[in-house]
C-alpha cells in the first residue's frame, strides 16, 4: 500500500525471512561466517541460541545458501518429531526409500549412505530448527546418530538452531553426553540502539529506496524500547509506522506514527524505574550493606592469613575452538580513551590469595588447548591470585595478560570435571591475525578505563594461523554474562559487537 509512496519496489521489514534482506551487523556475519569454516572443514555439534524473533530463521537460510557444494545438508523445520520420524525424515533426506522399515534397519541404511557420501568426499550437515522442542529421546537419537564415523571421520555434522529453553535442556543431566559434545556456542545478539538506524535504512535500501533517512532519532528510541532489539518486533514496528505515515501523505517517520504501530500490534516500551526510585533504592540496599558487614565484622573472630579461604575453582570450558569471530576494524582504539604517560608503570595488581589445592581427576570433558576464565567481580579471590603473579613492571601488558589466561586455564583444568557448572565469558573480539603493538595499546586504554584486570588474552590456533581471543570477565550462567554485557564501559559497548562464549 505504501510502496509507491516511498518509493519501494518491494516490502522493506517482512517477517518471513528472505535472505536478500539479511543484516550482517550484530554479530550475525561473523557467526555465519563461523559456521562455514567450522561445518566446512572442522567436526562437531554445534549451537546456536537466540531469543524469540532474533533472526535465528534467516541466519539457518543464509547457512543453507552459503554453504560450499561439497556440504550437502537436511534441514529438520518441525523438531517435535518422535525418535522413529527423526530417522525416516534423515533417510529421506538421503534419499533412501525405507517405507515400513524397523529402527534397526533404518539406521543401519543410513550408516551404509553415510558411508558412501564420505568415500565421494560430501559433508552431510543436519540443521535443526527450533530445537529447544525437540523431545530428549529425539535429541538423544541425533547424538547417536553423530557418533557414527570412518575410521577418526565423523559422518555427521549437526547444527542445532533454539531459543535460550535449549541451554535449559541441554543441562538436564540425561542430556549431559550430548552437551560434552557440542564444540562450537553461538549467541545471537538483539540490535543495539546504535545499530538500529543501521538496519533499518539497509532493509529500506534493499527494497528500493533512495533518498534521505526517514526514521527520526525520537522514532528510533521509541523502536529499540520497544523491541528490545529483536529483528521481528523491529520489522513489525517500522512496518506499521511507514503505513502510519502514508495515511497522513508524510515521509518522516515519527513518535506519533511508532505509537500508533505499538497499538495496533499491542507492544509497550520495557518500562525502566524512576531515576529517583533508583537512587534511594541503591542508597538504601548501601545502608544495609553497610550494617550488616558492621555486624559481621563485630560478631565474628578473625581470620588468621593462614586459614584464608581458597580460590573458587571453575569447571573446565568444554573446548576452545574459533567462533563468532569480530572484524578488528571496530578495535577500541578508534576511541580516545586517556592513555597512561610515557613512564608510567602499569596499574598495580591485587594481593594474592592462597591458591586451592588440585581437584581429584574424574571422567569429564578434555582439557581444552586454549582459553581463559575470570570472574568478572572485583572481589574475586581468584582475579587476585592470577593478576598478582603477573604485576612485574618489567613485564610488558600483552605478557601479563597472556600469563593470567594461562594461569586461569591451568586453574579450570584443575577443577572437578564431574562439577555440574556453566561458566560464560563476554567476547569483546578475535583477531586471526594480530600484530602485538596493537594489542598493547588496546591494554593500554584499558589500564586507562581501570578495566585491565578483567581482560585476558587467549591465544587460538585456526589452521596454520595463531589467532588471539581478547575475553572479558567469566562468570556463572549465560543470563549472567548477557546481563553484563550492558555494565561494560561504554566505549566497548559502542566499539565491539559483542557475543557470549559458554566454556
Known sequence: ?????????????????????????????????????????????????????????????????????????????????????????????LGLDID?????????????????????????????????AMPPDTLEELRLLYNLQVGNFKLLQIVLFGQPELDTKLNQPN????????????????????????YLMFRMRAAGYHGPNVFSPSALKLIADTSNGLLRRVNILADKSLLAAFVEDTHNIETRHVQAAMRDSELKPVRSMPVKTLLFGSALAMLLIAGLAVWLMADEPQTPPAQASAPLTLSPPIEAQPDNTVAPAADAGASPEPQPAPNQAPEPEKAAATPAPPAPSGTGTSTPKDDGLHTGSAQSVVATAVDSSAASAKTSLFEQRLEA????????????????????????????????????????????????????????????????????????SISAARNATGDLPARYQEAFATSIYIW
Open 175 to 198: 542430556m549431559r553426553q550430548l552437551k560434552d559434545r557440542i564444540v562450537h556456542h553461538f549467541n545471537m545478539q538483539p540490535l543495539s540502539r546504535n545499530i538500529l538506524e543501521s
Open 405 to 476: 589466561g594461562r594461569q586461569l586455564l591451568e586453574q579450570a583444568a584443575s577443577a572437578n570435571p564431574g562439577q555440574e557448572q556453566t561458566t560464560a565469558s563476554i567476547q569483546l573480539f578475535y583477531k586471526e591475525e594480530f600484530k602485538r603493538e596493537s594489542i598493547e595499546g588496546f591494554l593500554r586504554r584499558a589500564n586507562g578505563l581501570g578495566v585491565l584486570s578483567e581482560i585476558y588474552l587467549v591465544p587460538v590456533k585456526s589452521g596454520d594461523k595463531n589467532g588471539l581471543r581478547i575475553l572479558y570477565g567469566a562468570y556463572p
Open 1 to 93: 500500500m505504501y510502496l509507491e509512496h516511498f518509493g519501494l519496489t518491494e516490502p522493506p521489514f517482512r517477517i518471513t525471512p528472505v535472505t536478500e534482506f539479511f543484516f550482517s551487523g550484530a554479530n550475525r556475519g561473523d557467526i555465519l561466517d563461523a559456521l562455514i569454516y567450522s561445518l566446512s572443514e572442522a567436526e562437531g555439534i554445534i549451537k546456536v541460541s537466540g531469543e524469540v524473533g532474533s533472526g535465528k530463521t534467516m541466519l539457518c537460510r543464509m547457512l543453507l545458501e552459503r554453504l560450499p557444494d561439497h556440504v550437502e545438508t537436511i534441514y529438520l523445520a518441525n523438531p517435535s518429531l518422535s525418535r522413529e520420524e527423526m530417522l525416516y525424515a534423515i533417510a529421506d533426506g
Open 100 to 132: 515400513g522399515e524397523r529402527v534397526g534397519v533404518i539406521m543401519r541404511n543410513i550408516q551404509n549412505k553415510l558411508e558412501e557420501k564420505a568415500r565421494e568426499g560430501k559433508r552431510i550437515v543436519v540443521l535443526v530448527d527450533e530445537a529447544h
